[in-house]
């Protein structure tokens, strides 16, 4: 029973924090190229809501409930599959760190532009591509991990 209950937790962190990212990363995309300031502002509000609430626990969350599991199925740690996933969560979690700034920056740059009611300034743009940037190798690493975990592939045993 622990073992189901901690992979439970396991899989619904990882539900959390992979779909916060991409419902984020989805909405503040399509809320900057509408360039509707007053838009961005309010999206880029929640998503670093979201961040704080959902990524940031879960991201914490994942490797404690993922060890746990490893110890309960007595799973070697010396596991290819496990080893790759451990890096590959590093890489994601190395590129969310900025993101969660970078997006806080975001938000900010938009709220004044919206409560000037002026276009989003260069440097939102230049912020924004740097946030494109970080979250396409997250996303690819997220989905190589999810593969990892479900096949534990031979060629990675």
């Not at 189901?4 to 779909?19: A, D, M, R, Y």
């Not at 070697?76 to 590959?88: D, M, V």
């Not at 912020?127 to 989905?143: D, M, Q, S, T």
Request: glycine share 6%; hydrophobic share 60%; proline share 4%.
């Amino acid at each position: 029973m622990e073992y189901l209950t901690v992979k439970w937790l396991h899989v619904l962190g990882s539900t959390l924090l992979f779909g916060t990212g991409i419902g984020s990363a989805f909405y503040l995309l399509l809320a900057s190229l509408s360039k509707d300031t007053a838009v961005v502002a309010k999206v880029s509000a929640y998503v670093v809501i979201a961040d704080y609430l959902f990524t940031a626990t879960t991201a914490l969350a994942q490797p404690l409930t993922g060890f746990w599991l490893v110890h309960l199925a007595g799973f070697p740690l010396s596991a290819a599959w496990l080893y790759y996933s451990i890096f590959l969560y590093g890489i994601a979690i190395a590129c969310w760190l900025p993101v969660v700034g970078i997006q806080v920056h975001l938000r900010n740059l938009a709220r004044d532009a919206a409560q000037q009611q002026v276009a989003l300034p260069r440097a939102y743009w230049y912020w924004f591509r740097i946030w494109i940037a970080l979250g396409v190798p997250a996303f690819f690493a997220f989905v190589a991990i999810f593969y990892l975990m479900v096949f534990k592939p031979a060629a990675f045993s």
